[in-house]
């Protein structure tokens, strides 16, 4: 903890010592005071010098502790107990790892514990290669969710080629399954029929989540021990006549392994024939999706076209009537027009008559005058003739 203040200390002071250095080199180009800064530069540059001594002097003596892991790069002395982080190279993986190595992937810590060569168990079962190698796996849930692991994330090569398992062990159920919870830890083992070599690899092909992480690991032919332990079990005395001969022994070897291996092809085409099924079932599955989704988008389309032309015939029948509207108030606008220059003729007959009628009455009058004015004059001169 000390270590972590005097290294936090010391970026900080590294950071104003910087500053203060760059201060006093402007201000000795621009010939301006510069010897109180330059004091305090001097003042931090060894301040800092001390925090960084002290960062190596309060490091812990534990080796689960270093300065690489105090700047970030976590790294132990001890090969066999540094656990490598696949997430951090899922798509390279982690090559060339060695037995005892662990690794953790997924929030599974695995690791290739050892490698030994054994004796078969059935006595009627040999392997084909010459050899059994029995490998030993660890796995560790150190994550909150549970993990399933089994035997076909694994496989055994030799120079790139894979060998298979050896199944003439007195084992009910060969392989493993694992489903383990948080804390959890399980040991298991494969046997791998193999012939003679100089290095085995084991190669990891584990698919947690959809996710694919390979790692492998090198066993050197030096390294494998030679177990005798697992013997034959003993078997009852029969008269020597009853002895299969060797010949006899080989074919029913061969039998044994025929039809285990008849099995295995039988358990593989039912498998190819379920995946098979399955993603026939998926693709109908798919299929009738796709269908559904065309006639939605068929439906869809049909009432949009209906849409379109609904509203198409609206505003056909909406400019239809306001057409009809217009052409109505053009001939009632007509009509009133007509209407008011009849009016208006009637009135100028009307005056027209009027000022005829007027006109008459008055001639009628001047006439009336005239006629009385000339009588009175007729009566003047007959009064006068007398």
């Given at each position: 903890?000390?270590?972590l203040?005097?290294?936090f200390?010391?970026?900080?002071?590294?950071i104003?010592?910087?500053?203060?250095?760059?201060?006093?080199?402007?201000?000795?180009?621009?010939k301006s005071?510069?010897?109180?800064?330059?004091?305090s530069?001097?003042?931090?540059f060894?301040?800092?010098?001390?925090c960084?001594v002290?960062?190596?002097?309060?490091?812990?003596?534990?080796?689960s502790y270093?300065?690489?892991?105090?700047?970030?790069?976590?790294?132990?002395?001890?090969?066999?107990t540094e656990?490598?982080?696949?997430?951090?190279?899922?798509?390279?993986?982690?090559?060339?790892l060695?037995?005892?190595d662990?690794?953790?992937?997924?929030?599974l810590?695995?690791?290739?514990?050892?490698?030994?060569?054994?004796q078969?168990?059935?006595?009627?079962?040999?392997?084909?290669?010459?050899?059994?190698?029995?490998?030993?796996?660890?796995?560790?849930?150190?994550?909150?969710k549970?993990?399933?692991?089994?035997?076909?994330a694994?496989?055994?090569?030799?120079?790139?080629?894979?060998?298979?398992?050896?199944?003439?062990?007195?084992?009910?159920t060969?392989g493993?399954?694992?489903?383990?919870?948080?804390?959890?830890?399980?040991?298991s083992?494969?046997?791998?029929?193999?012939?003679?070599?100089?290095?085995?690899?084991?190669e990891?092909?584990?698919?947690?989540?959809?996710?694919?992480?390979?790692?492998?690991?090198?066993?050197?032919?030096?390294e494998?021990?030679e177990?005798?332990?697992?013997q034959?079990?003993?078997?009852?005395e029969?008269?020597?006549?009853?002895?299969?001969?060797?010949?006899?022994?080989?074919?029913?070897?061969n039998?044994?392994?025929?039809?285990d291996?008849?099995?295995?092809?039988?358990?593989?085409?039912?498998?190819?024939?379920?995946?098979?099924?399955?993603?026939a079932?998926?693709?109908?599955k798919q299929?009738?999706a796709?269908?559904?989704?065309?006639?939605?988008?068929k439906?869809?389309?049909?009432e949009?076209?209906?849409?379109?032309?609904?509203?198409?015939?609206?505003?056909?029948?909406?400019?239809?009537?306001?057409?009809?509207?217009?052409?109505d108030?053009?001939?009632?606008?007509?009509?009133?027009?007509?209407?008011a220059?009849?009016?208006a003729?009637?009135?100028?007959?009307?005056?027209?008559?009027?000022?005829?009628?007027?006109?008459?009455?008055?001639?009628?009058?001047?006439?009336?005058?005239?006629?009385?004015?000339?009588?009175d004059?007729?009566?003047s001169?007959?009064?006068e003739?007398?």
């Amino acid at each position: 903890m000390n270590s972590l203040i005097f290294t936090f200390v010391w970026i900080l002071i590294s950071i104003a010592f910087v500053t203060m250095l760059v201060t006093t080199i402007v201000k000795i180009a621009n010939k301006s005071k510069f010897v109180g800064v330059l004091i305090s530069t001097v003042t931090l540059f060894f301040v800092g010098l001390i925090c960084f001594v002290s960062i190596f002097l309060t490091l812990p003596k534990s080796s689960s502790y270093s300065v690489d892991q105090l700047f970030g790069e976590q790294q132990t002395k001890d090969k066999k107990t540094e656990t490598k982080k696949l997430e951090d190279t899922p798509e390279k993986g982690l090559k060339g790892l060695e037995l005892g190595d662990k690794i953790r992937v997924n929030g599974l810590e695995i690791t290739v514990v050892k490698a030994e060569f054994v004796q078969p168990e059935d006595q009627y079962y040999y392997p084909e290669n010459g050899k059994v190698l029995k490998v030993y796996y660890k796995f560790k849930n150190v994550d909150k969710k549970q993990i399933l692991v089994d035997n076909s994330a694994f496989d055994l090569t030799i120079d790139g080629e894979s060998q298979n398992q050896f199944f003439g062990m007195n084992e009910n159920t060969p392989g493993f399954q694992h489903q383990l919870k948080k804390g959890d830890t399980e040991n298991s083992y494969l046997y791998y029929d193999v012939p003679e070599a100089d290095n085995y690899k084991v190669e990891m092909n584990f698919k947690p989540e959809d996710k694919a992480y390979k790692a492998d690991w090198n066993i050197k032919n030096s390294e494998v021990k030679e177990t005798e332990s697992n013997q034959p079990p003993a078997t009852e005395e029969v008269p020597t006549e009853q002895i299969p001969s060797s010949e006899e022994q080989y074919n029913n070897n061969n039998a044994v392994q025929n039809n285990d291996q008849q099995k295995k092809l039988e358990e593989q085409e039912k498998k190819r024939q379920e995946e098979a099924d399955k993603k026939a079932q998926e693709e109908e599955k798919q299929a009738e999706a796709d269908k559904k989704r065309e006639e939605e988008l068929k439906q869809k389309e049909e009432e949009k076209k209906a849409q379109e032309e609904a509203d198409k015939k609206a505003e056909e029948q909406q400019r239809k009537e306001e057409e009809q509207a217009q052409e109505d108030a053009e001939k009632k606008a007509e009509e009133q027009q007509r209407q008011a220059e009849e009016k208006a003729k009637e009135e100028a007959d009307r005056k027209a008559q009027e000022e005829a009628d007027k006109k008459a009455q008055e001639d009628a009058e001047q006439k009336a005058k005239d006629n009385s004015s000339n009588e009175d004059k007729a009566d003047s001169k007959s009064n006068e003739d007398e």
